[in-house]
């Protein structure tokens, strides 16, 4: 008890402690474990990789056609592949405790989820990201497409890893978690499909996307606010 | 008496008891002139023919299929907020029957653009939200099912409920948009021009048949609930003792 008042205490005249000292030290953490687990963190963007060049083996290698799917197949790829990685978003910190802990601190449970949703990104998103404008270019989609589908999910990614946050936060500890979590988190997440292809495929046509990103943007700060506060919502009930 | 005193589920249980075979009869009776106004009186519209006939369950079908969800929602996030065993037992009763009217809106759609559009699925905007929705239901349905603990699967399936609630809207104008940017001339779900009034007395009919047949189905479905969770309590072992 006299421990926790005096945490308390230091915390909130510390300036390095704290809500923002205890986001730092989660993500630094969250992201030092990615990095020492390479195999991890490699395996979905390796899956992506695979999953994309499956299609062309699949489709057929005509040109054309790749050129109309190319968009879609990798902003699907992205989708399947970032529910691979999520599985893992809280998986190991609930096995050894870690999240009880989490739990129990004086700092707001949404901020830890957002911490660990923010360096869950860096270690899975933002690595399907920079590996896109090459597979942009095996389906021969031209220069400003790819730029496009680069920066369509960078927009799209952390919306992914925050929506997938609330699922993995559901699903944490049950049986056959995997299955479950894509089957809870893939229809909520058709709208960053449809803008996120759909701003590459416009600009292929020609036509502006400012109006896919600008949605996109709105999504991705809408659920900057709430799905962690979701996701603490649901954390705190599998662990009550 | 206050308004919470049916809050119980020992008190519940009785009064659903004897609400469900009112709800049923209306429900049979309306679809019974429900179907007679449709299939019989109504005019043969001048356009799709026969073929339009399958209106009268598909728009109620499609009409419940949301209202479903909400009132699903509704009842999860009571009983997530002030945390009442009877509230989660009435969204959980009613997930079932809001995938079976997404199912039959679906099915009963694919059926009517056989004959009118040539083909059993369109990826037109609403068949694409209302699969996304089905898909929702299913999520809420498999996750309640695979957490032991009853509580902490309502409490669980209810957060899952909220979200759905608050992307719903969103998915639908995605999906609406998608279809718009995706195809130029496409087939339109626009109805006919005017609507005979037999026709749309006929469909307001069948869609208080669905209301009833959904709230009757629902409350049954709470009983089983109600007597399978509260199997260890006294007036739970006297009643099934007795029966």
């Known amino acids: 008890m006299s421990d926790l008042t005096r945490y308390r205490a230091a915390g909130s005249d510390a300036p390095d402690s704290g809500s923002w000292g205890a986001w730092r030290a989660v993500f630094q953490r969250d992201l030092r474990i990615a990095l020492r687990r ?42 399947l592949a970032s529910m691979l990685a999520l599985g893992r978003l809280f998986a190991d910190d609930h096995a050894d405790g870690t999240l009880e ?4 601190s ?30 942009a270019l095996q389906f021969d989609l031209g220069g400003e497409a790819a730029g496009v589908l680069f920066l369509s999910l960078l927009l799209g990614t952390p919306l992914l890893s925050l929506i997938g946050a609330i699922g993995a936060a559901l699903t944490v500890g049950l049986r056959g978690a995997g299955v479950l979590l894509s089957l809870l988190v893939l229809p909520l997440c058709s709208p960053v499909l449809i803008f996120g292809a759909g ?24 659920a900057l606010f709430l799905a962690p506060l979701a996701a603490a919502a649901a954390l705190r009930i599998a662990l009550e | 008496m206050s308004w919470t005193r049916y809050a119980a589920p020992q008190r519940f249980y009785p009064l659903a008891g004897r ?49 479903v969800y909400l009132v699903m929602a509704f009842w999860a996030a009571v009983g997530l907020i002030f945390n009442t065993r009877l509230a989660s037992m009435l969204a959980v009763a009613l997930a079932p029957t809001g995938a079976w009217m997404t199912f039959l809106a679906l099915w009963t759609g694919a059926l009517w653009g ?10 037109d905007a609403r068949l694409t939200s209302e699969l996304i929705l089905l898909f929702l239901y299913i999520g809420f349905m498999s996750l309640h099912a695979s957490i032991d603990d009853e509580r902490r699967a309502d409490r669980a399936a209810a957060v899952l409920a ?18 718009t940017l995706h ?34 189905v629902a409350l049954a479905r709470t009983r089983v609930i109600i007597l399978e969770r509260e199997h260890g309590t006294r007036w739970a072992r006297q009643l099934l003792g007795n029966s």
């Open chain 2, 114 to 123: 056989k004959p009118t559009w040539g083909t059993w699925w369109v990826w």
């Open chain 1, 106 to 135: 004086p700092t707001p449970l949404a901020l830890l989820v957002l911490a660990k949703t923010a360096a869950h990104w860096l270690a899975s998103g933002l690595l399907l990201v920079l590996i896109s404008p090459l597979l």
């Open chain 2, 19 to 67: 609400a469900v075979p009112w709800f049923a009869g209306l429900a049979l009776l309306l679809t019974v002139v429900g179907l007679v106004i449709g299939l019989l009186i109504a005019p043969t519209d001048h356009q799709q023919g026969e073929a339009y006939r399958i209106i009268f369950v598909h728009v109620p079908a499609a009409w419940m299929s949301m209202i």
């Open chain 1, 101 to 104: 802990q989490m739990l129990l």
């Open chain 1, 199 to 222: 701003a590459v495929e416009a600009s292929q046509a020609g036509l502006g996307v400012t109006a896919h990103f600008s949605l996109l943007g709105a999504m991705l700060l809408a």
């Open chain 2, 183 to 216: 195809q130029g001339a496409s087939v339109s779900l626009t109805k006919a021009p005017s609507m005979a009034t037999t026709m749309l007395a006929g469909m307001l009919i069948m869609a208080l048949a669905f209301w009833m047949y959904c709230i009757a």
């Open chain 1, 38 to 79: 390479r195999a991890d963190t490699g395996s979905a963007l390796v899956f992506f990789v695979i999953v994309v060049a499956l299609f062309p083996l699949g489709v057929g290698p005509e040109f054309g056609l790749l050129r109309r799917m190319g968009p879609g197949v990798v902003w699907v790829a992205a989708l």
């Open chain 2, 162 to 179: 909220l979200v759905g609630v608050v992307n719903v809207p969103i998915i639908y104008f995605s999906v609406k948009w998608w279809n």
